[in-house]
């Protein structure tokens, strides 16, 4: 993504890391009569935790009301309708279930209910066998009891942050991708961020928002020491086509450690089923292993007995940051115009519309002036995807633009339009035209349309075969020419 | 919305997409193509080696001298074709179907038809259908895609390649990568035996030394940004020694892992699906379990050659104009995949006119006999010198072979 | 030393043992048909091969022009041959059948075109 400003320009504010958090930061910002810039170290915003995780909007009993992770939850959970309107990012309110399948497990079933009465949580249900049954057909028969929360959701992650980082360019924010913050100093009142490629630039108020990487950014600035650990969840994802398909999404009763594995009913009418929860020392490895894979099967079935591993189009694994039981979200005590929004684990995606409220209220309070801007636009223009459109209204649009006729993707149905779309946007790796798009993202996870997405990306961007990536520097698709 | 309107529509114009259409013009018929790619021809045109057209041509050609020969025939019988054109819908109207095409030349087009010949073809399996595990790097593809990169857009996709799966395009593209300057350290095949055939073994992989590993299985593919390396592990006495698991460094991984007939839009309309194919099942006419819907090539079952498509669409093409014309479906035998028989296709026989069949087994045998029974009755009997599951076969039915076949009789193929 | 072969002629695959004669000629066996001798004698004494590649095609936006040898080819210069073709340009529009290489490697064997692109 390009730079309106010059290197070395001089910002109010500095999020670094382009994930859930900071985009909703950014956007919250985006508001104000401010300069805001958004980096991040990868080729394309939502690239880290926030690309590989649930999709949920939780149904804020799993964490009591002492943690501020729970009290943000709760609140971000009753944003996301707004923001569904004004951004139009794939979301519904389809309902969790929590499903126990042993008498003793009702326990632990009574707690959450209890928590989430106290969270404030609305339209909460401790349900009969028969009522789980009836909310969730697809249900083991040998479930005892459960949990309903009705307002839960789900929602498509990367989307949500694409959308959010759009509305917040369209109103003022600079984003700028590849930038690895490593090194800052003080000067005067600013900070002066160098990034690994030797790029510079100035702000007034720096927010770490860099998610497995917060330590390293934090230890960059000279601000508090503390050690992020990565908690890897490994997924599998099943064909639209798979009969094993909920309508809600549905969890086992959490043990202490973990949410445990869910059944969740994709916004793309796919299903996820996962993840695990293992500790790991190298924070980018996202390998998924077969033990790992088979136990998810085994989890999932156990609660939705029809699901086979013939539906399986793709298995993959995210990393969520861990720092402590709750967020840690304040300013620094030892550096100044500094906040750490540092250990965003789950319930992050949740929470985060109410973390950029949170995180603008701390920066008002350090002594950021917040004056409204009298243009902010909050809707972002509807983007047409013949995927959710009837056929009349398909032909409209091709009268309009040729491209949507062309399905480049026929297992999403994305057409070239769409993927011209995406890449106008700024998404030139095939990853980040996926995650946009859906384009390689069905059965055929790319077999077919690969190769036209490189003719497109290269037509349009005029980048060369040797600079065609899946994600960035290093993972170049081509190795010659004939 | 442009609207067009015919007696049969055709969803894709390869081999047996074009065979269909010719023989349903033969008829006097009108019929059109529906083709998403802006040309015809299908896959073949990416497969640029030789072998094909034996059968069909009595000559050895390539795929696209295969293709544009069937082009030629398919331009000159009058039958019409829109390329780029994707059908996303077929609607049921009456005693119509209506389809809906997507075209960035022609908008969306309404096709009115009597009857529909399914000519999809397959897609490759991929990773996650055969749910390998460990990292995503750049560098993995279907051996498909890479063909297409390599023979048609010009480009190598790797230095270092390891080929999963020994089937004929993993093969292929072994001497194709080598050909182009790639070094292929290795096929790995999980089963015992390879997947291709013994031609492609010996002219893809002895002529390169490219090292065949039998009864491996993939247990991991690792890397960063780009592939480093995959992990594989012998298969022994039916159990796979994690223990004995080694990498082989390389920056690409092409797999090669099975061909799956691609129905989509067949189940959209209510089309059933035989599990053992993952295509429809048929009556002796192609026709599936919805009236003027039939079946023909790849999108009923995976053939192995050409050939034998470009047949069996003929026939499809053939009696789905006998079916627009009205003539019914006389009586229909059921046929039984028999012992060490994975599936026919079709499997409906009708006992008054001849009958060809294509099947494949489950089993590697030399001197094997083929043996088809009506109600446990031997009718004809067959030595096969040699079959093995990759090898498809073919068995012709005469009225005499089914006569004495009443009501509820079953004929069953079995193979000893 | 007898060398080992497997006969492609049939899907059986023969595997043959093949002996060279002190007197020249071969000494075949494991073969169930005459064809299997004939395969073991051409492998060995003059193995061929159909080599078919791509051409870059100018102007260069276009497709790429599949080729190959009208006839099998010596196997001991496939190599040669493959990156002469793919070092070879074609300027369109060519026809099936066009000769491109009229004599391969001074083998006799042309290289023809195996799709016509306008």
Known sequence: MGSKNAAGGIFDVAIIGAGVCGANIARRLSQYELDVILLDKEADVSFGTSKANSGIVHGGFHHGSKYLKARLEVQGALMFDRLHRELGFPFRRCGIVVAALHEDEMRVVDQLYRQGVENGVIGIEMCSRERMLELEPKLNPDTVGGLYAPAGGIVEPYRFVFSLVESAQRNGVEVRTSFRAEKAEREGDLWKIRAADGSFLSARYVVNAAGLFADEVSRAFGAEEYTIRARKGEYYLLDRMTRARPDRVVFPVPTSVSKGMLVVPTVEGTVLIGPTAEMTDDKTDTATTREHLEMILGNARAMIPSISENDVITSFAGQRPVLEEDFYIEPSRKVPAFIHVAGIQSPGLTASPAIGEYVKDLLKESGLRLVERPGYDPVLPERPRMFDIDHYRADALVAEDPGYGNIVCRCEKVSEAEIVAAIRAGHTTLDGIKYFTRAQMGRCQGGFCTYKILKILMRETGMGWDRITKRGAGSELLSGRL | MRELSYDAAVIGGGAAGMAAALEIRAAGLSCVILEREDHLGGILLQCVHNGFGLIEFDEELSGPEFAERMEERFRASGADAYLGVTVMDVEDAGDRKVLFGYSAEHGILRVSVRAVVLAMGCRERNRGNIRIPGARPAGVYTAGLAQRLVNMEGYLPGKDAVIIGSGDIGLIMARRMSWAGAKVHGVVEILPYPSGLTRNIVQCLHDFDIPLYLSHLTTGIFGGDRVESVEIAPIEDGAVRFEKAFRIPCDTVLLSVGLVPENELSKKMGVELNPMTNGPWTDSRMMTNVPGIFAAGNVLHVHDLVDYVAEEARRAGAACARWIRGEGPGRELRVKAGPNVRYTAPCRVGPESPNKLYLRTLIVKNDAVLEVRLDNRVVQSRKKAHIQPSEMISVTLDPKDLAGAGPDSVLEIAIL | ?118
Do not use: H, W
């Open chain 3, 1 to 118: 030393m007898a060398e080992q072969l497997i006969c492609i002629t049939c899907p059986l695959g023969c595997r043959l043992e093949v002996e060279r004669l002190p007197a020249g000629g071969l000494s075949v066996s494991g073969n169930r048909c005459t064809r299997g001798a004939r395969y073991a004698e051409e492998e060995l004494l003059a193995p061929k091969r159909v080599v078919t590649a791509t051409c870059r095609a100018l102007p260069e936006d276009r497709c790429r022009v599949p080729v190959r040898t009208a006839a099998p080819f010596p196997k001991e210069k496939a190599g040669d041959l493959i990156r002469l073709l793919y070092s070879l340009e074609v300027r369109l529009p060519v026809r099936r059948g066009d000769v491109l290489v009229p004599d391969a490697l001074g083998t006799g064997i042309p290289v023809i075109a195996t799709r016509t692109l306008d």
